[in-house]
């Protein structure tokens, strides 16, 4: 069946430091991959997705590449702040005709000043 | 436009009673999606429905839940008899159901299910 693995949280980072949180997926086709965030008490925000190998996606100075060799799609970020502090979700979607999002555990990131 | 929204955004339910969750989507979409997340779980997909059709309910208990999406009003998810493993946040997505590899799907806030 289709699977995401997320490095295990909480994470805890001091402002400007450099963030990866570890994404691996098992899927029977090939998958369209997102990451979400989800603030303190909201739903969850489309961060960034990468619909086909070597598609790197990108927002607010989030990174992730989709990397078919590895079956990873690792979220980065440079320099972190405050605000980024969330649980962040790395989900799965296969191909046309497909709806279902298979979502990870998700990682709490705490960002101290 | 506004985004998705759920109502209640929380609900407390002693053992037994029922609960009424309540889904509106974005303007123009015709496609909802439920997700339950239990504590320190990621979301679990528990039914998609369009309007008046219920399209997959395949993650959905088979025993007290149901989920509709009339043709006027909200998206509802009703679960009877509520118990304690219902304690969970509920969340709500919709889209616009267009053709394409990819639909993003948009989340509403979600409704904080406790059980008492």
């Known amino acids: 069946g289709n699977s995401v693995t997320q490095m295990e949280g909480p994470v805890t980072l001091s402002e400007e430091a450099f963030l990866t949180i570890n994404c691996t997926y098992t899927?029977?086709?090939?998958?369209?991959l997102f990451w979400y965030v989800q603030y303190p008490g909201e739903g969850l925000q489309l961060l960034l997705k990468a619909t086909k190998a070597d598609d790197k996606g990108s927002n607010k100075g989030f990174e992730a590449t989709y990397r078919k060799e590895t079956t990873s799609f690792h979220l980065e970020k440079g320099s972190v702040q405050v605000s980024d502090s969330a649980v962040y979700f790395c989900?799965?979607?296969?191909?046309?005709?497909?709806?279902?999002?298979?979502f990870g555990k998700g990682t709490k990131l705490s960002v101290i000043p | 436009n506004a985004g998705v929204m759920q109502n209640p955004r929380h609900l407390v339910r002693r053992r037994g009673q029922e609960a009424r969750l309540r889904c509106s989507p974005m303007?123009?979409?015709?496609?909802v999606y439920w997700y339950r997340q239990l504590p320190e779980e990621g979301l679990k997909f528990m039914v998609y429905?369009?309007?008046?059709?219920?399209?997959?309910e395949s993650g959905m208990p088979k025993e007290r839940f149901s989920a509709e999406f009339p043709k006027e009003g909200p998206s509802i998810l009703r679960i009877q008899q509520v118990v304690r493993g219902d304690s969970a946040a509920y969340f709500c997505?919709?889209?616009?159901?267009?053709?394409?590899?990819?639909?993003?799907?948009?989340f509403g806030p979600g409704t904080r299910l406790t059980v008492l």
């Open positions: 303007k123009g979409h015709s496609h």
């Open positions: 899927a029977t086709g090939y998958p369209s």
């Open positions: 429905l369009q309007k008046e059709n219920i399209i997959d």
């Open positions: 997505a919709s889209y616009t159901g267009g053709a394409g590899n990819y639909n993003e799907q948009f």
């Open positions: 989900a799965l979607k296969l191909g046309a005709g497909s709806y279902q999002l298979t």
